[in-house]
C-alpha cells in the first residue's frame, strides 16, 4: 500500500464509519475503484482504532462515568439500579454476540464477504430495513430505557455488520429505531456499543499482523498508521455532526445514497468494469 492509497482511504474510513452506509463497504469499492488491491479486513479493522479514538475522546465524559459507576457497583449493591452502571452491563451483554460469531466466521469475513456482489446487495437491502425502521418507530425511548433484552438485539444487530455492506452503525440504529428509541438516542448507543468490539478486533488484528499471521493482504505498516490518524481527525469532526443532524433529520439521504451505490455496483460488476 503507498501512502496515497492510505490518506485517501484513511479519509473514507473517517468519513464512512459513523454514518449508516458502512465503512468497510467503502473501503472496498473505493480501492476497486481505484484499481488498488483489497486493503483487506485487518487493514478496515486497524483503522477503525483510530475511528474509535474519536469515540473515546468525544464520549470521554460519558464513558469515565459509566466505568467508574459500573466498577463501583461490583461491591456496592445500591449502585447497581444506576442508569451508568446498568449502561456499563448492556455494553458488555451486546458486545457478546459479534464477538463470538467474529470468531467462527473469521475466514469467510476476510475472503467470502468481501465479494463486491454481496457489498452491493447488502447496501440495498439493508437500506430499506433502515428506510422502514425510520419510518415506522416511535422513536420515543431514550438510553434510560434500555433493558437487558434490547441490548442483546442491539448486539445481534451490531453483528450483522460483519458482513461489508450492512454497516455497524446502520445495523445498531435500524434495531434502536425499530425498538422505538429516538434518532440520536439509537445513533448514541451505537457509538458506545461499538466500542469494546472494533477495539478488541483492531488490537487483534496489528497482534496477529506484528506475529505474521494474518492471512490474506499483507499490512504496510506506514501507510496504515498514516490512515488511522487521519480517520481518527476525520471520525472525531463526523460524529459531531451527525448528532447534530439526527436532532432533526432522517436517514433517507442514506438510504437512497446506499441504494445508488448498491445498484450501480452490480452493474459495474455485471458490466466487466470491476472484479468481484
Known sequence: MGWIEAVVLGLVQGLT?????????????????????????????ITQIGTEIAVLLYFRHDIWRIIRTWVLSLR?????????????????IGSVPIVVLGLLFQDQIETTFRD??????????????????????????????????????????????????VSRSGGTI????????????????????????????GFYQAYDALGGGTEGTPISWGPTLLATV?????????????????????FTPFVVYRIVLGLALLALVGAGVLTP
Open 17 to 45: 464509519e459513523f454514518l449508516p452506509i458502512s465503512s468497510s463497504a467503502h473501503l472496498r469499492v473505493v480501492g476497486a475503484a481505484f484499481g488498488w488491491d483489497d486493503p483487506g479486513a485487518a487493514f478496515t479493522a
Open 76 to 92: 456496592d449493591r445500591s449502585l447497581r439500579s444506576d442508569p451508568d452502571a446498568r449502561m456499563g452491563w448492556l455494553i458488555i
Open 116 to 165: 463486491l456482489r454481496i457489498i452491493a446487495i447488502a447496501l440495498v437491502v439493508f437500506s430499506l430495513v433502515l428506510f422502514l425502521a425510520d419510518r415506522i418507530g416511535s422513536k420515543q425511548r431514550q438510553l434510560t430505557d434500555l433493558t437487558v433484552k434490547h441490548g442483546v438485539l442491539y448486539g445481534l444487530a451490531q453483528a450483522a455488520a460483519l458482513i461489508p455492506g
Open 174 to 201: 435500524t434495531m434502536g429505531l425499530f425498538l422505538g428509541y429516538s434518532r440520536a438516542a439509537a445513533a448514541r448507543y451505537s457509538f458506545l456499543l461499538a466500542i469494546p468490539a472494533v477495539l478488541g478486533s
Open 230 to 250: 487521519i480517520a481518527f481527525g476525520v471520525g472525531l469532526a463526523v460524529i459531531a455532526w451527525l448528532l447534530r443532524y439526527l436532532e432533526r433529520g432522517t
